[in-house]
Nanobody, 123 residues
């Protein structure tokens, strides 16, 4: 059974850090392009970052560039999103997703999704 499970969310003050994990089961994460997305209340889901299979090339939304870092541990079949210098506007439910298609920030291109983890940044 293909499954993605996010963890690591929580409540943090502005300027703080969190590390989200996305653990895969039922498939090999490195065979897929992995994206991190977030959705705030009343807003559309938006791409935050992605990491490509194999070469591990990363991309970031302008809003998180320089603050967030995506990485992958193939031995643990897990992808991480290190979030530093968090801002109130980073508050959202964060999702990881996997696609066998070309790496993209378009949510509809992703085939597998985790259940999401809440990140709340207080001022």
């Amino acid at each position: 059974q293909v499954q993605l499970v996010e963890s690591g969310g929580g409540l943090v003050q502005s300027g703080g850090s969190l590390r989200l994990s996305c653990a895969a089961s039922g498939f090999t994460l490195d065979h897929y392009n992995i994206g991190w997305f977030r959705q705030a209340p009343g807003k559309e889901r938006e791409g935050v970052s992605c990491i490509s299979r194999g070469d591990g090339i990363t991309n970031y939304a302008d809003s998180v560039k320089g603050r967030f870092t995506v990485s992958r541990d193939n031995a643990k079949n897990t992808v991480y999103l290190q979030m530093n210098s968090l801002k109130v506007e980073d508050t959202a439910v964060y999702y990881c997703a996997a696609t066998s298609r070309a790496v993209t920030s378009i949510p509809e291109s992703y085939e597998y999704w985790g259940q999401g983890t809440q990140v709340t940044v207080s001022s």
